[in-house]
């Protein structure tokens, strides 16, 4: 198994941790949300791998790159990667319901499944799961809490979201 490296970057979301190797981000996690991730004791600190994710991140957060084009890898079932290949093909500043993904992967029915994929997903804000909204409109679950989409969504959509979706209330 290669060295897992991982650094920390501040944010307007709250401290973030980046974790991969000398290739590739596997993982962005918000630590301040309902799953921060522990560090391991076998994982090394180390900033440098992490320039370029670190660099588009602040200039998403500064309201300057709507794509991001770092190498990732994701591991999950073949359902999960579809689910999460989905989600990264949402147009910033757009929203989608989970039975609209589940539809674009071809399962029509699986909208449940694509919830659970959904809180799987090991690459927060870049995989941008927080597009992904309840059938009727309403922000719903979320791995970094409500409060964060809502923040996510706002810097994206540059109007409030009770604006976007129809004064409805969280």
């Not at 147009?91 to 029509?108: D, F, K, L, M, W």
């Not at 059938?135 to 923040?151: D, H, P």
Request: proline share 5%.
């Amino acid at each position: 198994m290669d060295l897992m490296l991982y650094t920390t970057l501040d944010s307007p979301i709250g401290e973030l941790l980046l974790l991969g190797d000398d290739r590739a981000l596997h993982g962005l996690y918000m630590q301040e949300g309902r799953k921060p991730v522990r560090i391991a004791a076998r994982w090394e600190r180390s900033a440098q791998p992490f320039a370029q994710v670190r660099t588009q991140l602040q200039e998403y957060f500064a309201g300057e790159r709507i794509t991001f084009d770092v190498p990732l890898v994701m591991k999950g079932t073949p359902f999960e990667r579809r689910v999460w290949q989905a989600l990264r093909d949402i147009p910033y500043g757009n929203t989608v319901s989970y039975g609209e993904i589940a539809h674009r992967v071809g399962q029509p029915s699986a909208a449940r499944a694509v919830g659970l994929a959904n809180g799987r997903n090991p690459i927060a804000v870049i995989v941008p799961c927080h597009r992904v909204i309840g059938a009727n409109g309403t922000l719903t679950g979320y791995g970094g809490g409500l409060e964060r989409k809502r923040q996510l969504l706002e810097l994206e959509g540059g109007q409030t979201v009770l604006d976007r979706f129809g004064g409805c209330v969280l």
